[in-house]
């Protein structure tokens, strides 16, 4: 087979030249040779009309050159063939396009879900361009190029469209995502849960306009903790404490930026106390963020009552340099309509969302979170 052994030869030297530019497991340029081999795959399948065999041969020839070097299993050709496949020059100039867009207003706002939607998968239909043009800068200012390729096998797996896979990767590397992180954030529907929901809230009218759009992409609707034990009936007092104990999961499930400042942090009015059920503070939004706690459906009371909190945290705790203090009311399950007039006239913001205890993530897919053991050992011991 002449036009295989070229096509030997031809892999073989590009393997060299990037073993020349870095070590081979540096990730961009081991991404980039991933692509490139994809593409070789791609080029003589369609212009040889050979079919998987292929895969499997070369697979055999180059872990036999390249007994050292892991990742050259047929499994993993495929998937490289998968990969080129998904992001040709032309996909890759659009994520770069749109990343450029959406960079430029700093947040991934709401009316994002229409541009993360806007990525047609039809476009990668396109036939591949021939090896020696594909251009090693477009590849490496794209996102692709920035996360592993084990994040890459997670999304070819897992996400069909190209607009959501495109998130998951800035996503990912907004919050410096795992890839087991990232496979549960998937598994939950992180995508529909925070860009594509619904979300309650008044911030429109409350808020200034850098802030509005920023504060209503954080609300997710519904939040998922799973990693809470959930007894027969669950009471409020038993789900913060366990919020509190898995300290590390609740700020990933309540995304970057949310600092922790206690539960049931006491506060003395007209001589009686009250207890707030969560607080937190954001680092981005510069702003104290109190969160109420139902294990129960949402009551027209309740944004009345959070938001005597937020005038409590307004006026004793909130710095000059502080903006005003957002509200966030998580429920068993709320009436859509009931909640928008809850929330009318209301003079400070304030988000409603459900929020789910059942466990649904296998367990396989479990993140294995960095512990904080100091801070959850203090929050334990409280």
């Known amino acids: 087979m002449e036009d295989y052994r070229l096509l030997l030869i031809e892999v073989k030297e590009k393997i060299k030249q990037a073993q020349v530019k870095t070590v081979i497991a540096a990730n961009t340029h081991m991404l980039f040779l991933y692509w490139e081999l994809g593409n070789f795959i791609l080029k003589h399948q369609q212009a040889e009309g050979w079919g998987g065999k292929i895969i499997s041969l070369l697979s055999a020839d180059l872990r036999k050159e390249y007994p050292s070097i892991k990742g050259f299993s047929a499994r993993n050709l495929l998937y490289m063939k998968q990969f080129s496949e998904a992001y040709p020059l032309q996909i890759l100039r659009q994520f770069i396009e749109l990343e450029s867009r959406l960079r430029a207003s700093d947040v991934f706002t709401q009316y994002a879900a229409d541009v993360f939607l806007s990525i047609d998968n039809q476009l990668v239909e396109?036939?591949?361009?021939?090896?020696?043009?594909?251009?090693?800068n477009i590849f490496f200012q794209s996102v692709i190029a920035r996360i592993t390729w084990s994040h890459h096998v997670v999304l070819m797996d897992k996400v069909a469209h190209l607009g959501k896979r495109f998130w998951y990767m800035l996503n990912a590397i907004e919050h410096g995502n795992s890839r087991n992180v990232l496979a549960m954030q998937i598994d939950s529907s992180l995508f529909e849960r925070q860009v594509m929901a619904k979300k309650i809230t008044n911030f429109s009218k409350t808020l200034p306009e850098p802030q509005t759009d920023f504060a209503n992409y954080l609300i997710k609707d519904p939040y998922i903790f799973d990693f809470i034990q959930t007894k027969e009936k669950a009471d409020e007092r038993n789900i913060e404490q366990q919020l509190t104990d898995h300290i590390t999961k609740f700020l990933l499930e309540l995304g970057k930026g949310?600092?922790?400042?206690?539960?049931?942090v006491h506060v003395e009015i007209g001589g009686q106390d009250f207890y707030i059920d969560l607080l937190l503070y954001h680092t981005r939004l510069y702003?104290?963020?109190?969160?109420?706690l139902k294990a129960?459906?949402?009551?027209?009371?309740?944004?009345?009552?959070?938001?005597?909190?937020?005038?409590?945290?307004?006026?004793?705790?909130?710095?000059?340099?502080?903006?005003?203090t957002i509200g966030i009311l998580l429920c068993k399950g709320k009436n859509e309509i009931l909640a928008e007039y809850a929330l009318k006239g209301m003079l400070h913001p304030i988000g409603v969302a459900d929020y789910q205890l059942a466990k649904a993530i296998p367990e396989e897919l479990k993140s294995q979170l960095p512990d904080i053991a100091d801070l959850e050992q203090e929050l334990a011991e409280e």
Not at 126 to 136: D, F, G, T
């Open 296 to 324: 129960r459906d949402f009551e027209a009371g309740d944004t009345g009552q959070l938001n005597f909190y937020i005038n409590v945290v307004n006026d004793q705790m909130k710095g000059p340099e502080d903006n005003d």
């Open 126 to 136: 396109i036939a591949q361009q021939p090896v020696a043009q594909l251009e090693e």
């Open 287 to 292: 702003a104290y963020v109190v969160v109420e």
């Open 258 to 264: 949310f600092a922790f400042i206690g539960k049931q």
